[in-house]
């Protein structure tokens, strides 16, 4: 099973060199009795790139940090919220963030 919850931070990247807005994403992988989904047994935090779909794996810290970023680009790319509503979140998102961070 895999979930993108939205676009997260831009960065290049070192596989295809394009600058991209990567992708937030879980993925699961689950063990199966006769073809049915029973459990999951690895579970992966991802950065992917949209071009090229390479991954990088993140803390469970990381991906809750980013979390809300990519929700909130998420909500603004489906139309839910306006550019200003989105200006307004992802500025008390990073006023939220302890110093240091």
Not at 24 to 30: E, F
Not at 59 to 88: D, S, Y
């Amino acid at each position: 099973m895999f979930k993108d919850l939205g676009p997260a931070i831009s960065q290049e990247c070192d596989n295809c060199h394009n600058e991209e807005f990567w992708h937030l994403c879980k993925s699961s992988v689950w063990a199966t009795l006769f073809f049915i989904p029973v459990f999951p047994y690895q579970r992966d935090k991802l950065l992917v790139c949209p071009v090229c779909r390479a991954a990088m794996t993140l803390t469970k810290e990381q991906f809750e940090e980013l979390r809300p970023v990519a929700e909130t680009n998420q909500a603004l790319a489906e139309g839910k919220i306006t550019e200003a509503e989105h200006h307004h979140r992802i500025t008390q998102l990073s006023l939220d963030k302890p110093d240091g961070v």
